[in-house]
């Protein structure tokens, strides 16, 4: 019986790939712009969306580490 999991594995990684390319892109056009501000709140975004694709496992930490915090 087919399953979604080599599916899942193939998206996720074609995924990185993609935010790569997006990373590059934007980092040029920051560069062509010399917007130093726009470099920056893309790096930070991309960074935390990508963290997420990598390791969706991390979602899971966070939320109870939050958790922990407010419910305490």
Excluded: H
């Amino acid at each position: 019986m087919p399953t979604a999991q080599g599916l899942y594995e193939w998206f996720s990684g074609e995924l990185r790939w993609i935010f790569l390319i997006a990373v590059i892109v934007v980092v040029c056009i920051c560069a062509f712009k010399r917007s130093i501000i726009g470099f920056v709140m893309s790096a930070i975004g991309l960074i935390v969306v990508g963290m997420f694709v990598v390791n969706p496992d991390l979602i899971l930490d966070l939320a109870e580490w939050a958790s922990s915090l407010t419910f305490k």
